[in-house]
């Protein structure tokens, strides 16, 4: 079993920054993906930005250039820092831990993030 916890997040001014912090715990072994996904009011759930133990990124088209993702293997922790935050980003924030081996997806409780104008 795998646990996921975010921290972080919270309310700041557009252009702004703010990190979010995501540690994982339990069976991870091998190739496995770690990242962020997004989900707005009365949208659906979104990808921000993901990134594989060895260091292959993605990023949605709406945060490349602003948003960075990083993690510690070791640690099994994974980072989103956000730069130049606008309103639109506002959102609910899910930390993801996926496993390809078994195809087995792993969210966190997710973490508020609210933009101010």
């Known amino acids: 079993q795998v646990q996921v916890v975010e921290s972080g997040g919270g309310l700041v001014q557009a252009g702004g920054s703010l990190e979010l912090s995501c540690a994982a715990s339990g069976s991870i072994f091998g190739i496995n993906v770690m990242g962020w996904y997004r989900q707005a009011p009365g949208k659906p759930r979104e990808l921000v930005a993901t990134m594989t133990n060895g260091g292959s990124t993605n990023y949605a088209d709406s945060v490349k250039g602003r948003f960075t993702i990083s993690r510690d293997n070791a640690k099994k922790v994974v980072y989103l820092q956000m730069n130049s935050l606008k309103p639109e980003d506002t959102a609910v924030y899910y930390c993801?831990?996926?496993?390809?081996?078994?195809?087995?997806?792993?969210w966190g409780q997710g973490t508020q993030v609210t933009v101010s104008s």
């Open positions: 993801n831990v996926f496993l390809p081996l078994n195809t087995r997806n792993y």
